[in-house]
């Protein structure tokens, strides 16, 4: 009598968690369906290319900017415009100029860039050589002309030791904060 009586009291046990399993599963199914389409309605598309055609007007300003930023803000923007649109969020362009002042802009830009890749480059050559024991004519040839008044101040007159060439090292860091910000520039710029 025992027996049967555990066996029915185990039987219903059984049941009860196979239950309570079955309505935690169900339970957590029906969450998630809720949490997915509350989570579908919330996202918007991103801002589209038709939109943005429709924002710039025939000169090439750009009409309700403000806007078009809140816009970007809550749903991005769609891959094949972000060459266009970006200038405009960075504020590289204002978004108020025209597309002659843009393109008059942009040459003005990829000059400053020229030269200011090629004064990074002068100044990465003349760093390059005032880590290696050089003569003193040839350093003078490869470095900017203020570049070899501060070189001379720093130089020793026999070759440097390696606490010298460490604190060399540091004070010429601008040129790889140079190159660095010309790169950057370089990527957001002239590659948009």
Known sequence: MVSSYMRSKAADTQQLLLGLGAAGALAIVALSAVLYTAASKRRRPAYSKAEWLEAVEEIGTIRGFEDIVEEVAKSGIESSIRPEVWPFLLEVFDH??????????????????????????????????????????????????????????????????????MQQQQQLQLPEQIRQFAEAHRIIVIDA
């Open 96 to 165: 108020a100029s025209t597309y002659q002042q843009r393109q008059q802009q942009h040459q003005i830009m990829v000059r400053q860039y020229q030269q200011l890749l090629l004064q990074c480059q002068a100044y990465e050559a003349a760093w390059k050589d005032s880590l290696r024991p050089a003569s003193p004519q040839h350093a003078a040839a490869a470095a900017p002309a203020g570049f070899q008044q501060q070189q001379q101040q720093h130089q020793p007159s026999r070759s440097p030791s390696q606490p010298q060439l």
